[in-house]
């Protein structure tokens, strides 16, 4: 902190938030961690408990037609345009408890502190249903639908167990022909703010607990796949054709490339077949998720990988396959809301927050689609995320209530005088 700041008001409020991510935590597909993937049960289940949660917080819940659940103050007129909170309540698999769940968690809370607040606009609170797109192999399923963005070929995309999501819709009470019915109208918001753990180290290495986000990182992620030629293990060395070989080096060649570029890759699947001990592998499948602070950054390192790919096919003999499964531009932050979540933030005692730019993908590049979006950085400890480490401090979240809830206030302060503002998207190429 800069400046002596406040005790929290939220302290009590930040221990029902802990207590309900620890809840939610226990909703899960795996038995000894936590995954919680797009239209399972333990997605019903949460979507049910959230429910519960906004109704104690004043607000009408209701399930989109995508299985987004959302909120709005009940005393809030139909029709007049909303600022929504929100994030996301799905997890990879071996997950921490905050990623997402915090954000959810913080806006119920806030919508419980104003609901009898006039502001000049409705409040709203959604707890998105795919962010992380772990299940379908596709992100921000939820907040895609949301936005107007939901493409009806992905109803055929597929889970590892060969279900698709048509069924999986279907099986959760979806009707799979209307999720695209979940898009909000155009005008119908004021503008979206996301409060989330940072997912790095900066604001701990910083010594802040909360930060100002400026913008989204560009991202893609590809599908690639090496085809030799599946042999006995006793094949001499010339005669082989070892695709795992082949994805062994590409994965080191990705490393040193997007490292130069200044980018982030992560190979985090392979598959192999046949996958046998005494077979050389014919055939292997793996991804890449690439991230920039800019699609043009993140493009380049593309060239320069695509290159280095195509390379160490001729020279093994291995043939290419590249499927491209997901792309987003990067995404900045409207000024107007950033100033809002800053003034949130110098309510809380630091007058000065940082402004950090965010690595990892969020529900707000999808939403930035049809609203302008903010976002405030709470710190986690040692940054990690994605994993059953995940930490936060019980007095960052405390004033993550805080400064979020005096967002919200300064926004309203800054639009009292108009009937909200409906500009487009300051979303680049969203
Ligand atoms: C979501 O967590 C992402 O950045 O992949
Ligand atoms: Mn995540
Ligand atoms: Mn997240």
């Known amino acids: 902190m800069t400046a002596a700041a406040p005790a929290p008001r939220g302290a009590e409020a930040a221990r029902r938030v802990l207590e309900r991510c620890d809840e939610l935590a226990r909703h899960s597909s795996m038995p000894d961690g936590i995954e919680r993937v797009y239209l399972s049960p333990e997605h019903a289940r949460v979507n049910d408990i959230a429910a519960a949660w906004m109704r104690e917080a004043g607000l009408h819940s209701w399930s989109d037609p995508a299985g987004n659940q959302c909120g709005r103050r009940s005393s809030d007129p139909a029709g007049r345009p909303a600022l929504l909170l929100g994030s996301h309540l799905d997890t990879v698999p071996g997950a921490g408890r905050y990623d997402g769940i915090l954000g959810v968690l913080v806006a119920i809370e806030v919508a419980d502190r104003l609901r009898e607040t006039e502001l000049p606009f409705a409040l709203e609170v959604v707890a998105v249903a795919d962010e992380e797109g772990t299940r379908f192999g596709t992100t921000l399923l939820g907040s895609r639908a949301l936005a107007g963005s939901w493409r009806e070929e992905w109803q055929e995309l597929t889970d590892a167990h060969g279900t698709t999501l048509r069924r999986a819709a279907l099986d959760f009470d979806l009707d799979p022909d209307r999720i695209a019915s979940a898009a909000r109208e155009p005008g119908s918001l004021v503008g979206y703010l996301e409060a989330h753990i940072e997912q790095g180290p900066r604001l701990e290495e910083a010594d802040r607990a909360l ?198 206030l300064e926004l309203a302060a800054r639009r009292a005088d108009g009937a909200g503002d409906t500009r487009p998207s300051s979303a680049i190429g969203a």
Request: hydrophobic residues 50%.
């Open 211 to 408: 930060g100002v986000v400026t913008s989204i990182a560009a991202a893609e992620r590809r599908l690639l796949t090496f085809r030799g030629q599946a042999r006995h293990g006793a094949t001499p060395w010339h005669l082989r054709r070892d695709a795992l070989q082949g994805a062994a080096e590409a994965v080191l060649a990705m490393e040193r490339l997007a490292r130069e570029s200044g980018s982030v890759a992560t190979i985090g699947h392979v598959r192999v077949e046949p996958d046998a001990v005494n077979v050389v592998p014919g055939l292997a499948e793996f991804s890449l998720d690439l991230r920039d602070e800019t699609a043009a950054g993140r493009d380049a390192a593309w060239g320069r990988i695509q290159h280095e790919l195509q390379a160490i096919g001729l020279q093994r003999g291995l043939d290419l396959d590249v499927v491209s499964t997901h792309e987003a531009p990067e995404v900045v932050c409207a000024p107007e809301l950033r100033d809002a979540i800053a003034a949130g933030i110098a309510a809380t005692g630091d007058a000065e927050p940082p402004a950090l730019f965010s690595i990892a993908g969020h529900d707000a590049m999808a939403v930035a689609a049809i609203t302008e979006v903010g976002m405030l950085f709470v710190r986690c400890a040692g940054g990690i995320s994605h994993h059953r480490d995940e930490a936060v401090r019980a007095d960052d979240v405390a004033l993550a209530i805080d400064a979020m809830e005096a967002a919200v």
